[in-house]
């Protein structure tokens, strides 16, 4: 049977400001990348957001971002290697000290917006982003976004890295994503037609027809969707019909 994990961004709320579905999207989902306060997120909201995870059985991650709320974590700022990492371990550890004391493991870590894309420009700023988390968890997991990521996590035999695709977005023929500026309802047929593909035959069509490459083991959902959750529960019904289980990744 064909095992596949569906992840969502959390936890991206922030004071009286609210982001996303999250406790209508999480009974939907095995893992959950949990924003750690610098693009989104504060201190309550990632608490909280780690106890619904935890009555759903889902698992724990770091959602990482630039210092910038304001643009949410979207717009680039000229780090260093060295600094991007110490981004990733001082949210990593906010994260971890909310899991510990709920008795909770964190299972693995996904960069946001602004800083996947660096990542994903830079081999050098994505080694030390690795390597940091290798320090502080050689069992956590690497959820590579794209294939200039992945690439890099093969230099490292020592880190797990999951390959993650995109059912509610539409890819380009070099396997990038066709990013929204803002999200519209998504037909239900589409994106589980995309989410069998995936699961199943580890491709996608293109925006322009071609069928192209996408071997993920975990899918991402965004949960600030109009109809995200809709999406989920064809998403399930489709797994079922299809034979497809759907769980978290294991190290």
């Known amino acids: 049977m064909v095992t596949i994990d569906i992840n969502c961004d959390m936890g991206e709320s922030f004071g009286n400001w609210t982001m996303g579905r999250d406790a209508e999207v999480m009974p939907y989902i095995t893992s959950a990348n949990i924003a750690g306060g610098y693009h989104a997120g504060d201190p309550h909201v990632l608490r ?9 059985d889902v698992a724990l991650g770091i959602h990482p971002g630039f210092p910038d709320k304001i643009g949410f974590g979207r717009r680039q700022i000229d780090v260093t290697p060295q600094e991007v990492a110490d981004y990733v371990t001082y949210q990593l550890g906010a994260l971890i000290g909310f ?12 960069p946001h917006g602004a ?19 290798l320090d502080v968890d ?3 997991i690497y959820l590579a976004t794209d294939m ?8 490292y035999d020592e880190l797990t890295a999951v390959f993650e695709g995109y059912v509610d977005l539409r890819y380009n023929p070099d396997r990038s994503l066709i990013v929204e500026k803002q999200l519209t309802p998504k037909p239900t047929d589409e994106v589980t037609d995309r989410f069998v593909q995936i699961a199943t035959e580890g491709t996608v069509e ?40 759907i769980a978290a990744p294991s190290a």
Do not use: F
Not at 213 to 221: G, K, N, T
């Open 48 to 56: 909280e957001t780690v106890d619904l995870a935890n009555e759903h």
């Open 99 to 110: 899991a510990k004391a709920t008795d909770l493991d964190v299972q693995h870590v996904k």
């Open 115 to 133: 800083m996947y894309s660096l990542l994903s420009q830079s081999p050098e700023h994505a080694r030390a982003v690795m390597e940091a988390v």
């Open 138 to 140: 050689p069992s956590l």
């Open 148 to 155: 200039h990521i992945y690439e890099v996590t093969e230099e």
């Open 206 to 245: 293109a925006a322009n027809g071609d069928t192209i490459d996408v071997p993920a083991e975990s899918i991402c959902i965004h949960g600030d969707g109009p109809n995200a959750v809709e999406l989920l529960e064809a998403i399930h019904d489709a797994a079922d019909e299809h034979g497809i289980n």
